[in-house]
């Protein structure tokens, strides 16, 4: 139990077009959602909490107008990335905390690797 | 926010060793992980230990809340134990914060 999947797994798109992320809770509830964002050879670094039917709440230094997240139920959030640049090359992991369960325990997504060219 | 250190930023081990894996973490939490990242990128779950200690095979954590450290064992080490292991936490905000991570390298 408490898997969390991500679409797509990998994804390459020219600079200047938008790409949708989609994060889900495939076999439980999620309360809130996490986002982060990994450079090569660092750690994750959290871009925004979401809770469903609520606005996501964004860390300081990353732009909410160039990453749109929704969190649509309680199984689904998005993260998209718009007009996107290289320097947004990155790989998005979302992890997901099972409502019900161990107080904010994490499950993780298997992250999906964007390339921008 | 929550600050957390995690030591020794690399470490290399024969196979069949023994290490010891710190956290540090600046305030109270009320959720203390561990993590496997694999050489694919995704986090394995190892233990959900915001206090107390756990078991699990060759792995093992403790988690001294009021001194705010958590200690990750790995016993009899193994080559496919090599990757980078994480601490996350999350606050009392319900913000989660993760460590720079320790790259441990198995040699056979």
């Known amino acids: 139990g408490a898997v969390v999947s991500q679409h797509p797994s990998w994804v390459i798109c020219k600079s200047g077009t938008s790409v949708k992320i989609e994060c889900r809770s495939l076999?439980?509830?999620?309360?809130?959602m996490f986002w982060y964002r990994q450079f090569p050879k660092q750690s994750l670094m959290l871009m925004a909490t979401s809770n469903e039917g609520s606005k996501a709440t964004y860390e300081q230094g990353v732009e909410k107008d160039k990453f749109l997240i929704n969190h649509a139920s309680l199984t689904l959030s998005t993260l998209t990335v718009t007009s996107a640049h290289p320097e947004d090359s990155s790989f998005y992991i979302c992890?997901?905390?099972?409502?019900?369960?161990?107080?904010?325990?994490?499950?993780f997504g298997p992250g999906t690797r964007l390339t921008v060219l | 926010g929550i600050q957390v250190e995690q030591s020794p930023p690399d470490l290399i081990l024969q196979e069949g060793a023994n290490s010891t894996l710190r956290c540090n973490f600046s305030?109270?939490?009320?959720?203390l992980q561990w993590f496997h990242q694999n050489p694919w990128g995704q986090l394995i779950n190892l233990f959900y230990?915001?206090?107390g200690t756990k078991q699990n095979g060759r792995l093992s954590a403790t988690t001294v809340a009021t001194e705010r450290y958590s200690l990750l064992y790995i016993s009899s080490s193994q080559t496919t134990d090599s990757g980078v292991y994480f601490c996350a936490v999350v606050g009392n905000a319900g913000k989660s914060t993760f460590g720079d991570g320790t790259t441990l390298t198995v040699k056979p």
């Open positions: 076999d439980f509830q999620a309360t809130t």
């Open positions: 992890s997901a905390i099972f409502r019900g369960g161990s107080f904010n325990e994490q499950f």
């Open positions: 230990i915001p206090s």
């Open positions: 305030d109270s939490v009320n959720n």
